[in-house]
Nanobody
């Protein structure tokens, strides 16, 4: 069982990009879902999360710029990234877990393969 992330690519600083994550089954719509990222030479870090009820959490570094949303009818989660910065360059991973605590701690049970986001200055 794997999540499918897509939508990465190369973009200039200040521009926008949207990532999508497809969940393989409706069971995931009761899970916390969201995104982590890992830049070269750095630890994986939390980006954003959304509960099945739509409550959201964001890393301080992306607040006011990124928006996470979900469409439970389509088993999809999205990350709208605006005002991109070069420091947003990383591989972005979609993740899911029944527990918000587990999710925020980076211990989700389900992960996608990741999609590369590169922001040029």
């Amino acid at each position: 069982v794997q999540l499918q992330a897509s939508g990465g690519g190369l973009e200039q600083a200040g521009e926008s990009m949207r990532l999508s994550c497809a969940a393989p089954g409706r069971i995931f719509m009761s899970y916390v879902m969201g995104w982590f990222r890992q830049a070269p030479g750095k630890e994986r870090e939390f980006v954003a999360a959304i509960t099945w009820r739509g409550s959201t959490r964001y890393a301080d570094s992306v607040k006011e710029r990124f928006t996470i949303s979900r469409d439970n009818g389509k088993n999809m989660v999205y990350l709208q990234m605006n005002s991109l910065k070069p420091e947003d360059t990383a591989v972005y991973y979609c993740a899911a877990d029944p527990s918000l605590i587990q999710f925020l701690g980076g211990r989700s049970n389900f992960w996608g393969l990741g999609t590369q986001v590169t922001v040029s200055s």
